[in-house]
């Protein structure tokens, strides 16, 4: 199996080292995009050079990514990190396998830890344990899954296209709505697949941007009852609730995202 990590980055010092070393300590063949301004190409083509450099295209992180998605041959699944995240090697390699082995599958998702600028775990993100609930959950503004801790098939940009680049925070969400919409069916690894970094001068810490961003992605679901899926989605997750109140006290996830 190939699989295709896209990190779309600025070339600034910080935490791509990690992103990178993450990705190549997976144990399958893996071609790690990074997509970059013209200018660092070269610069990081010697940092990195087992990574595949891509000069972007247009502006944005969401253009960058389509840059990284059009680049060479299709492969047979595809992801995207951040440049400060990290994939977790063992989870990473157990979702795909489950992807792999069930070709009914479009996309499988998992667990996100949460760590600060200096790898101080956080927390961690909910996220639905019941993949027949994404909808619901997605029409009730809830965000159901991560984006560094989902894998899919090639298909699936085939069939829905590639990211909005009219979107500079909730490109993400935007793309996740138009698989559920397409009826593509997701499926669960539970089990830990990425670390998602939060540190100061994060893009997506612009919440009132952020909160239209996510409103408009969402508006085309249609409306679905969510009350059981956000029952389940609570039960689910009682143990990520519970270690956020030992270790942060009674605060909203907002909260730790504006203070990681």
């Given amino acids: 199996m190939k699989l295709r990590v ?5 070339g600034r010092p910080g935490h791509l080292l990690a992103a990178v070393q993450s990705v190549r300590a997976l144990q399958l063949s893996v071609r790690h995009v990074l997509v970059c301004p013209a200018v660092e190409r070269q610069r990081l083509g010697l940092e990195f050079p087992t990574c595949h450099l891509v000069a972007e295209q247009g502006n944005g992180l969401y253009s ?3 840059d990284g998605l059009g680049a060479e041959d299709p492969d047979e699944y595809f992801t995207w990190i951040n440049d400060d995240d990290v994939l977790v090697p063992a989870g990473l390699q157990a979702a795909l396998a489950k992807l792999a082995a069930d070709p009914a ?13 200096r790898t101080v775990r956080l927390g961690e993100i909910p996220v639905a344990h019941r993949p027949a609930d994404l909808p619901a959950l997605l029409a009730a503004g809830i965000m159901p ?14 069939k829905i296209g590639v990211f909005d680049p009219g979107y500079r925070l909730a490109g993400d969400l935007d793309y996740f709505v138009r698989a559920i919409r ?11 697949v990425a670390w998602f970094r939060l540190h100061a001068g994060q893009l997506s810490k612009a919440a009132t941007a952020a909160a239209l961003e996510h409103a ?4 085309p679901m249609p409306r679905i009852p969510a009350g059981g899926a956000r029952w389940r989605f609570r039960w689910d997750n009682r143990r990520v609730y519970w270690q956020r109140i030992r270790q942060h006290g009674f605060v909203r996830m907002q909260t730790i995202y504006r203070h990681g």
């Fill in 6 to 10: 896209i990190t779309a980055t600025r």
């Fill in 64 to 66: 960058a990514l389509n």
């Fill in 105 to 117: 599958l479009d996309a499988v998702y998992g667990r996100v830890g949460l760590v600060d600028g």
């Fill in 145 to 158: 899954l991560a984006q560094p801790g989902t894998v899919f098939r090639w298909r699936v940009a085939e």
């Fill in 182 to 192: 397409a009826g593509l069916r997701f499926g669960f690894h539970d089990a830990e």
């Fill in 216 to 219: 408009r992605a969402i508006e």
